[in-house]
């Protein structure tokens, strides 16, 4: 198959006629389809559009642009099955999460076409006699949104959805590993009544991102990837003073305390330690355990690490399926190595897979790493594999502490029987999420989703906190004393 972009509303070739491939991480024999490889001229022509589309777009009551966006989620909806299966033969989670990808799709379109018909303001007195004062959310006009490939349908519904609903349009660039499922979704779009222009997306690689970080007439950037190249997106929109907002790392950390259902706990390290093989910004990668249980839950944990079942994510039978690339997978492997080196103990795992059924895909065994110190880099750097790091622990305070002690803030849990300890730690943690006994993924639509430090910007997708990156506040106020009024002084 032979994908192509999308520029105002026509289904279009990279003007060079490059393409790049889109293969099964699974099984790299099974060719999935080319995409376009676009040029920075491509990115600039969709801009154009998107900056054409703008003027009647931002027109369109809300209400109405929000009908369309209700019409694409039961679009999605119907056709779940199909995206799924696709999604995972270009990303490799296992079916049951790419339904789940899927489904947080359709939730956030949903969720977000309701704010068609409220999309509050303010109103307040004013100080003046005869005078109205109210604030109103106005559109910023075209967003760049700059999607990976862990969520391949997810966060572009995430970025796209809030956009229009406040009367935005948008230039997407999704990951090149996974641009089918970004195309589903926008073929949706097209289909639900989107107008030309208003939706836009185009396929490749720094090219593009470069361009649409530096056009002067893209408003607003929208970004979730690597805090590497969350700073490079920064320093781009910087000079145009762009609307930015980052999405990035993480290192995120389940405490569990001696008081803890042990059983609980380990499900929930399973989960969020190898759940998508890791490849979450919110992975639990580091469990910082009360030194009272840690054996106990440490030869538990390892041996329920071996039993799970890492293979192609299509085989129902499957619990883990590959990293997204060779490059990924070597970055894996070279934290393996690492973290030997700094003298931690690789508990199980710490090999790539190379079996018959693995042979074509980048596959790696669950790991465990015990005995690892918070100064070690497995314990700081973010992974984003199947890794997990094991730092024991003495107290409430010291997790706590060791919790705090990386440069990102994204997520974090508590495993704890005491409402005390629960609510210290609630109130303790630094990060943008956190949880009391569940893992440290799992967040929901309707509530903010970001991180602190360097894992943010200050901003929050999801929840009514999105609206905040995609509209502006514009206070009016409205004498009808037929007079001059000076605020402040009369
Ligand atoms: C991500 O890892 O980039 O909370 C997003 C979660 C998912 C979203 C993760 N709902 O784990």
Redesign the pocket.
């Known amino acids: 198959m032979t994908y192509l972009n999308y520029i105002d509303g026509q289904w279009v070739p990279a003007q060079s006629g490059r393409t790049i491939e889109n293969r099964n991480p699974a099984n790299t024999a099974d060719l999935i389809g080319t995409f376009p490889d676009s040029s920075a001229d491509d990115a600039a022509r969709a801009v154009a559009a998107a900056r054409r589309a703008f003027d009647s777009w931002r027109l369109v009551p809300a209400p109405k642009r929000a009908e369309i966006l209700f019409k694409a989620a039961q679009i999605i909806a119907d056709r779940k099955e199909t995206f799924a299966r696709d999604m995972t033969r270009e990303m490799g989670k296992v079916l049951d999460e790419t339904r789940g990808d899927v489904q947080?799709a359709i939730d956030m379109t949903y969720f977000l076409a309701g704010e068609g018909r409220r999309l509050h303001g303010q109103t307040a007195p004013s100080e003046l006699r005869d005078k109205f004062a109210m604030s109103i959310r106005q559109p910023v006009g075209v967003c760049a949104l700059i999607t990976?490939w862990?969520?391949p349908m997810?966060?572009p519904s995430w970025k796209i959805i809030p956009a229009l609903v406040c009367g935005n349009t948008v230039v997407l660039k999704p990951s090149e590993l996974t641009p089918l499922s970004a195309l589903h979704f926008v073929k949706v779009l097209e289909e639900a009544g989107v107008p030309p222009g208003v939706v836009n997306m185009v396929t490749g690689g720094p090219a593009v991102g470069e361009t649409l970080t530096t056009h002067p007439d893209v408003s607003v950037v929208s970004f979730?990837g690597s805090t590497a190249v969350g700073k490079l997106v920064n320093q781009n929109c910087a000079p145009h003073f762009k609307k930015v907002h980052l999405?990035m790392g993480?290192k995120n950390a389940i405490m569990i305390l001696d008081d803890a259902v042990l059983e609980l706990a380990l499900e929930g390290c399973l989960w969020g330690g190898f759940g998508?093989t890791g490849?979450?910004?919110?992975?639990a990668s580091r469990v910082i355990i009360h030194e009272k249980v840690h054996d106990r839950f440490v030869e538990q944990f390892i041996e329920r690490a071996k039993a799970l079942r890492v293979g192609d994510g299509l085989d129902p039978q499957m619990q883990v399926g590959p990293s997204i690339s060779e490059k990924q997978l070597e970055k894996v492997m070279g934290y393996v190595e690492i973290g030997k080196q700094e003298g931690a103990t690789v508990a199980c795992g710490g090999r790539r897979l190379t079996g018959a059924a693995h042979a074509n895909g980048f596959f790696h065994e669950p790991t465990i790493f015990t005995g690892v110190t918070r100064s070690m880099r497995i314990a700081r750097e973010e992974i984003f594999g199947p890794v997990v790091s094991v730092i024991k622990c003495a107290s409430l305070d010291e997790a706590v502490s060791i919790g705090n002690d990386v440069v990102y803030g994204l997520?974090a849990s508590i495993y704890t029987q005491d409402i005390n300890r629960a609510f210290q730690a609630m109130r303790d943690l630094y990060t943008g999420?956190f949880y009391v006994n569940a893992p440290?993924?799992?967040?929901?639509v309707h509530l903010p989703?970001g991180g602190t430090k360097a894992t943010g910007n200050g901003h929050r997708e999801a929840g009514l906190a999105s609206l905040d990156v995609f509209s502006e506040w514009k206070s009016i106020y409205v004498d009808f004393s037929g007079k001059l009024q000076r605020a402040q002084i009369d």
């Not at 490849?279 to 992975?283: E, K, L, P, S, V």
């Not at 440290?440 to 929901?444: K, N, R, S, V």
């Open positions: 947080e990976p862990n969520f997810a966060i979730t999405e993480g998508t490849q979450r910004c919110t992975a997520s999420i440290t993924i799992g967040a929901e989703f």
